[in-house]
């Protein structure tokens, strides 16, 4: 049977860094990346920061799409995505309980995680992506925010949620974490 353990993290605080570096073992997924794929081929979007802007049907559509395509997998699954989208003032849950459901296997969700100052200089340095500048009130907001959406679904679900710090130049220790994360979650 598979088993996915969902990863997120507030932007900025390295989740894409820390699934790059992991050991191999068990498959590791980007939602985003997925979904851009599709965006791609259907004309939707050309960059995965404009997918935030798409329409919400649009962007239940492209990620409905990208679950079906992890349903496909086998073996033991890590699964990198967005528990929240900022969107101005706003935020738009990454997926829905409904959604969530559509994964074979859900077992756990990992959390990663900074302080608003590590993130934010992380996010000053990352040429590679176009986010917003944002205060360090609103990148804490933003972590409330998602640790919150997340302990709902793990409440619905039933399932355990892993919060693992993700400090600056200790990348060893975060992956020793989460290594030690997935072999509990997919014994």
Do not use: C, W
């Not at 590791?28 to 004309?43: Q, R, S």
């Not at 619905?156 to 060893?172: C, H, S, T, V």
């Amino acid at each position: 049977m598979n088993r996915v353990a969902v990863l997120m993290g507030t932007p900025g605080a390295g989740k894409t860094t820390v699934m790059g570096n992991l050991k191999k073992g068990h498959k590791t997924v980007n939602v985003g990346t997925e979904m851009l794929d599709v965006a791609v081929a259907e004309g939707a979007a050309e960059e995965r920061d404009k997918l935030r802007y798409l329409s919400p049907e649009k962007i239940t559509d492209l990620r409905l799409k990208a679950f079906k395509s992890i349903n496909k997998m086998d073996g033991n699954i890590i699964v990198d995505t967005h528990a929240t989208v900022k969107r101005g003032n706003r935020y738009v849950p990454g997926f829905s309980i409904k959604e969530l459901q559509e994964l074979k296997g859900l077992s756990a969700f990992i959390y990663i995680d900074a302080t608003a100052g590590e993130i934010a200089g992380r996010r000053k340095r990352d040429a590679t992506r176009k986010r917003e500048d944002e205060s360090i009130e609103e990148i804490d907001q933003q972590r409330t925010v998602n640790i919150s959406f997340i302990s709902a679904f793990a409440s619905f679900f039933g399932i355990p949620i892993y919060i693992i710090k993700n400090k600056e130049d200790k990348l060893d220790n975060t992956l020793k974490e989460l290594e030690a994360a997935a072999e509990e979650i997919f014994r």
